[in-house]
């Protein structure tokens, strides 16, 4: 069966990765894009032959299933043998957690907006439990870029607020309960959990930034995820898949992270080797951003937005 090649330039750098302004890091940091290449060109190999020897849905669903599941323990195995990527503090990686499923009761947070700790060189200030100073990064200006969108989907929505609860359409007309964003109150208290977490998992909370105007996604409860990721698989097992069904599965994917660190990094590299099988040469690009803009953005822009950016000359790095 024909697929389309995949190389390094299909995987975009996430801005999330960039946490240094020396572009000999930044280029450091890109070079995952080989590693997510050749894991997906494995993945491709291993969907080409159920889709090459059959059409049925459930099959096709189960291959799907089978190559994310090989995907999630290859980000366990590179956690292992890589360690923590450049910014990531040490005592705080722990490779287990890219194997570690999300369980009921427990969520992920990512914060958005101004996040000083993603400026190379900020000094951490005691008194407003901020970091300050530094050179700006494309990690930082992300955050803060989508910290402004977030603000304005709650103007937009007229949310009046602390909490923007994200609902999420299916073909097959169910609203699934997809992630939050967080702002005001309701981010203070994110914050205060975050603290008691790492406590909680013997590490120093002391340098956990919970000052300033936080602003933070949170992952849907998992039994909502397994929803959202079982919809995704089901779209893009069928046999006529079109760009705008890809489209929408590859956003339910981000919506429906399965394990506690990873789960961007391999949504990135299963939809990149499934768009090689399934839509050979006519797979919508991956925009580099494209984990931050399904946090913050409503279903409806992110869907049409993800697939009107040409791809990037840019190599990747994980989520």
Not at 67 to 86: C, S
Not at 130 to 153: D, I, K, S, V
Not at 291 to 316: F, H, I, M, S, T
């Amino acid at each position: 069966m024909a697929t389309a090649p995949i190389t390094p330039g299909d995987f975009p750098t996430s801005p999330l990765a960039l946490r240094s302004a020396d572009p000999a890091r930044q280029a450091k940091a890109r070079a995952f894009a080989s590693e997510q290449a050749n894991a997906a060109v494995e993945a491709a190999g291993m969907l080409a032959r159920t889709w090459e020897a059959t059409s049925d849905v459930p099959a096709r669903v189960a291959a799907l299933a089978a190559v994310h599941a090989h995907l999630v323990d290859w980000r366990y195995r590179l956690a292992v043998t890589m360690g923590p990527p450049p910014g990531i503090a040490g005592a705080a990686f722990n490779p287990e957690r890219f194997r570690t499923p999300i369980r009921e009761g427990d969520t992920n947070y990512d914060r958005l907006g101004e996040v000083g700790r993603l400026r190379e060189g900020a000094r951490w200030d005691r008194a407003t439990r901020t970091y300050t100073g530094g050179l700006a990064t494309p990690a930082w200006e992300a955050m803060l870029r989508h910290g402004r969108l977030a603000e304005q989907r709650f103007a937009t929505e007229g949310v009046e607020g602390d909490t923007l609860q994200n609902r999420v359409l299916l073909p097959d007309g169910r609203r699934i309960t997809g992630n939050r964003l967080l702002r005001g109150e309701a981010a203070h208290r994110t914050d205060a959990e975050l603290t008691a977490r790492y406590t909680a998992r013997g590490l120093d909370a002391s340098w956990v930034e919970s000052g300033g105007k936080p602003i933070y996604s949170a992952t849907p409860a998992p039994r909502d995820s397994a929803l959202l990721h079982a919809a995704a698989l089901d779209l893009l097992a069928h046999p006529h898949l079109t760009t705008e069904d890809y489209l929408l599965a590859r956003y339910l994917l981000f919506q429906a992270p399965r394990t506690k660190k990873g789960s961007d990094a391999v949504t990135r590299t299963f939809i990149v080797a499934v768009g090689a099988v399934a839509l050979p040469g006519t797979a919508p690009a991956l925009p580099e951003d494209i984990d931050l803009r399904c946090y913050v953005l409503g279903q409806d822009l992110c869907c049409a937005a993800a697939g009107a950016k040409p791809l990037e000359n840019r190599n990747g790095w994980p989520g």
